[in-house]
């Protein structure tokens, strides 16, 4: 019987009203609107892409959006000035740089200059030190997406095999991490890993998050598998995953599409997180 979808859309478009309602009754209250200010550096399109696509997602729910677009000349010094002005700004509760950053421009050192109450993307070393502790503030908002799309799919992580296969900084360690605070058994590979199916074969849920198009094939899939597909890889100008969807759909028993799975989770757990800054800064429940 082939693999029930994950609907991403669906589940992304449920928080994002959510994030809508819990915001309009905060400004009836007579409260401003949460405000998150975007810190673009440069002409990457893809980037510009991005940024374009989060803004429209603050308006929709009513959230003031600051957009800083500065040239890819632009110094270190410089953009750690504004860094430190909108740390300072009232208005602005939640700050995200986004990557990549030019070159010469150092951003481990740039990420450390957020305030950690803004810094909704999850990338300051305070907030990872609290993920890896099991005591978050903020969760990175892909790895919090896939935990949502988990959860909103009614599967039990407590006691199950779980193999991540990537351990970039961004998706896969603290997915392995949030999937361990919940009591899963973790596995995390990557593509330098010996004998990956043999990993992957075991898992329950598995996670493909390594960058590289159809890695995970349907023979390296357990029966019945949960399978989240976190790759975005253009192919012949087509988007695939990780996941050879085909093979792999097949075996499994619930699976993200790409597009459509994991992709619009990003945006929804952005503002959600952007809620949540709003909500401790002001002390007051949205």
Do not use: W
Request: charged share 20%.
């Amino acid at each position: 019987m082939p693999a029930r979808l994950i609907d991403g859309k669906a589940i992304g478009a449920a928080i994002r009203t959510e994030v809508a309602a819990a915001v309009a009754e905060a400004v009836a209250a007579g409260r401003r609107p949460p405000g998150l200010a975007a810190v673009l550096v440069g002409e990457h399109p893809a980037s510009h892409l991005y940024v374009r696509n989060k803004a429209r997602a603050c308006e929709e729910a009513g959230i003031r959006s600051f957009r800083h677009l500065l040239p890819a000349r632009t110094s270190q010094a410089g953009l750690e000035g504004l860094l430190a002005d909108l740390n300072r700004d009232e208005a602005v509760d939640a700050i995200l740089v986004q990557l990549p950053l030019p070159e010469g421009l150092d951003s481990r050192r740039i990420l450390g200059r957020l305030d950690p109450a803004k810094d909704v993307d999850g990338f300051h070393p305070e907030n990872v030190g609290r993920l890896t502790i099991g005591r978050p503030t903020f969760v990175p908002c892909t790895p919090a997406g896939i935990l949502e799309l988990l959860d909103r799919s009614g599967v039990e992580l407590r006691g199950a095999e779980a193999v991540v296969v990537g351990r970039s900084d961004l998706v896969g360690k603290p997915t392995a991490l949030l999937l361990l605070h919940r009591h899963a058994t973790v596995t995390l590979c990557h593509t330098r890993t010996k004998d990956l199916a043999a990993h992957t074969h075991r898992a329950q849920v598995l996670v493909a998050a390594a960058g590289r198009p159809r890695l995970v094939t349907g023979a390296m899939v357990r029966e019945g598998a949960v399978v989240i597909d976190v790759g975005i890889n253009r192919v012949d100008g087509v988007l695939i995953g990780d996941v050879d969807f085909a093979s792999v759909a097949a075996r499994a028993g619930q699976i993200t599409p790409v597009p459509g799975g994991v992709g619009p989770m990003t945006i929804a757990m952005l503002l959600k997180n952007t809620l949540l800054a709003y909500t401790r800064r002001t002390g007051q429940p949205a």
